[in-house]
């Protein structure tokens, strides 16, 4: 089960930058409000607090048949529709496609570059395709989408159909109206769940595909969502976490969050965070910024800075307590000074010592830091961070007062889009557009 270590944010453990007791119990108020909109679900979008329970039997049946039938897995998304597949992908089945088959792609930019030689890859007649948009409407998705179905038709014909599965909302949307005119398959992401806390519905079928278990992902999510049930704030880990980091930003200017897992596996899994954190609470003026990091690589790049420069952070620790497979390093050069403190060790031992030895640097110098610990990185584990960070994000924006689940300028930027492409309906915003674009002043070298 996922444990959070919170010592190293208290003032009784690293002096005054903590945090007291009496800041803490002074929340209480606060956190008994948040509480009271999650327990009665003032909000429709808390549904996913019951994508644990989902049944997964179709998801099975399309994946089986992708396996069977294709070399190449394309999923098309952007936003939460890929950051989320691919952070499942990276944690527990990295470097798939130099072991696995069908070959996996996630596409989440239109960068011609990487566009072309995407289509120069693939063979067209061994290839699925996955779009992702909750909206149905992703101005990019679509544009890629449309590569691919040009690409594919020309090599299968009519039966170009049966190579694309449509992920998105059960009501509207262009991508809808695709599903019901040639009757493609298609999976439904729920009108209640927002884009960034859908990777529990976007990323099944990968994990399917790549040979990943959907269940032990759900199974993960159900138990830690039980887990984080109670109101009472130290019973509660996510309360615990939220309330703590609230505290550093709102009382001690801490509003920069860095987050640091000790495995390669889980870089993804930091960007994923990264967008639900910046998304869901940098409204009103409130928020704190995230910033994506990985151990130990980071501690050669990032540390000088979190020592000596602003006191602006709080580093977030994802520690994995057994990697599952493990190295020792050979008695080589045992006899010289610097190799013999190495040889004979395990990289799982150096992993965890050098994670300690971060953790002690900070905690020495009172900069605050958490560390969420996992035994083991499976599909189990990674299905509660998935769920642990979302709970903890909804709690937290509650907790400044905003909404959590909406994302106007997100909304706004992508009518923009459309605006300056002339689509019908958005005249207004290409005419804003427009004007800007005349107003601003710029010089030409």
Known sequence: MLEVYFGNMLEEVIGEKGLSLSQIEGIREKVLSAHKQIEERKWKELAFLDLGSQKTTEIKKI?????ETSEHFVILGIGGSAIGPRAILESLSPLHNYRGKPKIHIFDNIDPRTIATMLEVIDPAKTTVNVVTKSGNTAETIATFMLLWDKIEKAVGSDVVNRFILTTNPEKGIIRSL???YNIKNLEIPTTIVGRYSVLTTGLLLAEVAGISSDELLRGAYEITEKCKSGELWENPAYIFSSL???MSTEEGRNINVIMPYADGLKAFSDWFCQLWA????KLGFGITPYPSVGTT???SQ???WMEGPEDKVVIFIKIKDYGRDIMIPMVLSDKEGFNCL???SLNELMSTALQSTEHSLSNASKPNVTIAIPILDAYHVGQLFQFFEIATAFLGFLFGVNPFNQPWV???KNNLYGALGKPGFQTRNEQIEKMLKDSVCWKI
């Open 63 to 67: 994946a089986r048949n992708i396996r």
């Open 179 to 181: 599903i019901k005119e």
């Open 343 to 345: 040889a004979g060790r």
């Open 298 to 300: 980071d501690q050669h």
């Open 303 to 305: 540390l000088q800075l």
């Open 411 to 413: 909304e706004t930027g």
């Open 279 to 282: 998304e869901s609470l940098g």
């Open 245 to 247: 980091l609230y505290l």
